[in-house]
C-alpha cells in the first residue's frame, strides 16, 4: 500500500484567480502567486490554481485519479475553455 494524493493544476502568468473560479464553478484547494517567496529565497515564478485530493491508502492510482475526476465533474469543458482563453498550461500530478 501507498498514500496517494493527486493534483490538476493551471498554471500561467498574472492569473485572476476569482474570474477563473466563477467560469469553472470550482474553489482551488491552493493558489500559488508568482512573487511568492519559496524557502530557498526565490520566487515560485508563475502563478499555480490547483484542486487536489486527500490522500488515499491505496494500490491503485486510478482510485486516486477518479477521485480527482470526480472534483471536477462536468467541468471538464469549462477547464479547457479557461486554459484556452487565459493561455494556461495543464497539469496532473
Known amino acids: 500500500m501507498a498514500y496517494i494524493k493527486a493534483y490538476l493544476t493551471l498554471s500561467g502568468m498574472s492569473m485572476d ?6 467560469i469553472i464553478g470550482v474553489n482551488a484547494d491552493l493558489i500559488r502567486y508568482h512573487d511568492e517567496i519559496l524557502n530557498n529565497g526565490h520566487r515560485f515564478g508563475h502563478d499555480e490554481w490547483s484542486i487536489s485530493t486527500d490522500f488515499a491508502e491505496t494500490a491503485e492510482i486510478e482510485y486516486v485519479l477518479n477521485m480527482l475526476l470526480e472534483k471536477c465533474n462536468n467541468k471538464v469543458d469549462r477547464l479547457r475553455a479557461v486554459a484556452e482563453k487565459f493561455k494556461l498550461e495543464w497539469s496532473v500530478l
Not at 484567480?17 to 466563477?22: K, Q, S
Request: aromatic share 16%; hydrophobic share 35%.
Open 17 to 22: 484567480f476569482c474570474r477563473i473560479e466563477d
